[in-house]
């Protein structure tokens, strides 16, 4: 949002204020005191003292993370446990069973989810809109076949949480895990210093999680993140919280990164943000997240919405997810997006500028016939028309931790 | 040099005024990757829309803190917006006014004044 230079920074302290006035109703994180004692930038966030920055600002912290490693306090998220009420002590089976309980609200094949692995999936409504993204995870212990780990987004989890434990009836049990902290580690530098404070973790794959004993407590460890490098989340009891950020910070190669240079990050990484780039209109398909539709699921008219994805599936949907390059001033969340003769096509749903390119990018809206890589397209910059071209995306290459498969001979 | 209560400097020579944003400023905003600058002969009215200077994040208004005609904006920001934050209040100056009327010089704060500004904030 555009404003002057002394509203900008008044509604900065203005909403320092704010939190400090209703901090009955603003939720602490496990970490908001040791933030602030680091002189961060803190804003509320989804109910939620958050810190948007720190002394460094937004430029360097995104620059330190693509470079080295990042920690980010992203426990305003919403972890929790999906298990079954009664178990048959029969692995496979109990996997099938809490797998049937989330199944029908979310797109993704969880029934097919090997031990130890996590999947990117997305709440759906009747209409076929997305609700929400989430990972899902079924956990490698064979003693814990029954239960899922799920993560949904901070403004949602209300909702979400509602909605699962509604659908599970007598037969599930959803335990909330925000009541800790989950600590993100991001960047190339990122497994060093974790395994140097956690031994063992740097031999986890990309997207799969384990539980690591840590100083009498539990971390339960997954390589994943929002960035697009190798890194890790760690859902830590809150008790421990504050001795692992200290520890981990002790490491010169770890720098603390706020939510602002996690937005940019993501961004880069053609990652979607819920309630922006993604909402209850948008579909999978749109959102060109069909990777995270199950084909099965898909084929057997099982998944919320189906009428409207089997026929976006065939005719291709009205509009999809692009990624922009633009010329000129950052074309931010709003913009319109122009063809030939202005036409308006659609909106930006997320831009700014790009740390790692040094120019502006941006995601939106457009029709197919449109949102081939290297179409000239415009976007409207404060009542000018500026050139941007259709890029794909990730706009920087994502460096997951995806080791060597052996080649076929 | 006077200041603005919206964090804008001003020095003046002769009739032409060198403007930019304060140090407070810069600092606050944060690393300044884009600015968006008034193309010399533009009329500017005190207190409206003059430019634009924008971090990875958001972008912020700046207001002409005179009246006047713009003389010359400062081209090395389209290649070095980072200026703003390294010098703010030399190398990193926005515009050359020339103003209209001297009166509104007289009015803007002087650096005790704009310090004490500052600490009440």
Partial sequence: ?409 | MRFTKDHEWVEMEGDIATVGITAYAAEQLGDVVFVELPAPGASLKAGAEMAVVESVKAASDVYAPLSGEVTLANADLSDNPQSVNDAPENGGWLVKIKIADPAEVEALMDRDAYEAHLRSL
Avoid at chain 1, 111 to 122: D, I, K, N
Avoid at chain 1, 125 to 153: F, K, S, T
């Fill in chain 1, 1 to 409: 949002m555009r404003s002057g230079i002394a509203a900008r920074l008044a509604s900065r302290s203005w909403r320092f204020l704010i939190s400090v006035l209703t901090a009955d109703t603003l939720l602490a994180t496990p970490l908001s005191a040791a933030h602030r004692s680091r002189a961060a930038r803190m804003t509320p966030f989804a109910g939620y003292d958050m810190p948007v920055s720190y002394t460094p600002g937004v430029l360097k912290e995104h620059l330190w993370t693509r470079a080295h490693a990042g920690l980010f306090d992203v426990s305003h998220m919403g972890p929790a446990f999906l298990s079954l009420t009664a178990r048959s002590g029969d692995p496979a089976a109990d996997h099938a069973a809490v797998s049937a309980l989330i199944e029908p609200l979310i797109c993704g094949d969880i029934a097919s989810l090997a031990p130890g692995r996590l999947r990117y999936t997305l709440l759906l409504n009747a209409e076929g809109g997305i609700i929400d993204d989430l990972m899902v995870g079924r956990p490698a212990d064979p003693d814990r076949q029954g239960e899922l780990y799920l993560v949904v987004n901070a403004a949602t989890k209300p909702g979400d949480f509602g909605l699962i434990a509604e659908a599970a009836g007598a037969k599930g049990r959803l335990t909330r895990a925000d009541d800790g902290a989950l600590i993100a580690v991001q960047g190339p530098e990122a497994a060093a210093v974790l395994e140097a404070l956690v031994p063992g973790v740097s031999v986890l794959g990309f997207m799969t999680f384990v539980r690591f004993a840590f100083e009498g407590g539990t971390l339960l460890i997954s390589r994943s993140g929002y960035t697009g490098e190798d890194g890790f989340e760690i859902l830590c009891p809150a008790s421990l919280a504050e001795g692992l950020w200290a520890r981990l910070l002790a490491d010169e190669r770890a720098w603390p990164i706020g939510l602002g240079a996690r937005d940019s990050l993501r961004l880069e990484a053609g990652l979607p943000l819920y309630g922006h780039d993604i909402d209850a209109t948008t579909s999978p398909l749109e959102a060109n997240l069909a990777f995270a539709v199950s084909k099965r699921r898909l084929k057997a008219g099982s998944l919320r919405g189906a009428a409207r994805l089997a026929r976006e599936a065939a005719e291709g949907p009205s509009r999809l997810r692009v990624g922009l390059s633009v010329e000129g001033a950052p074309a931010r969340e709003g913009a319109e997006i122009t063809g030939p003769n202005s036409a308006r096509l659609g909106l930006v749903t997320s831009g700014g500028f790009s740390p790692t390119l040094g120019a502006p990018i941006a995601m939106g809206y457009a029709p197919p016939a449109f949102a081939a890589p290297d179409t000239d397209l415009r976007v409207t910059v404060r009542g000018r028309a500026q050139a941007a071209r259709v890029v794909a995306m990730p706009f920087v290459p994502h460096r997951y931790h995806r080791p060597a498969t052996k080649l076929e001979t």
